[in-house]
Structures are given as structure tokens and as C-alpha cells.
């Protein structure tokens, strides 16, 4: 089964960025993610529609 959840160091990796840097983007929003029991986890599809609105900002440029 695919998983539909990934923790922020798999997030990071993922997008090929840093934690910190990706730490920055779920503070501003940039990246949606939830809490269970306290831990972060973060969907994919907020991944691919980061990678949407970056690759639609720069055909737009």
C-alpha cells in the first residue's frame, strides 16, 4: 500500500530541501500538514500541490 503520510525528514528528503527549510514552509503555510497524537505529518498530495503552485508561479514568470 502507498502511503498517503509522510514525516518531515521523508517530506525533506522528498523535496530534495532541508528540514529547517521545510519547517519554514509548513510555518508560513506554503506546505499543509496535520497532527497526530502530537506527531507532524504531512500528506503527499501537499506535496505535489506545492510543486503545482512553484511550477504554475514559474511558467506565469
Known amino acids: 500500500m ?35 497524537d502530537g506527531s507532524r505529518r504531512i500528506p503527499v498530495t501537499a506535496l505535489t500541490d506545492y510543486i503545482t503552485r512553484l511550477t504554475t508561479k514559474e511558467d506565469a514568470a
Do not use: F, N
Open 2 to 36: 502507498t502511503r498517503l503520510l509522510l514525516t518531515v525528514p521523508e517530506a525533506a528528503e522528498a523535496l530534495a530541501i532541508s528540514r529547517s527549510k521545510l519547517y519554514e514552509l509548513l510555518t508560513t503555510g506554503a506546505v499543509a500538514s496535520l497532527r497526530i
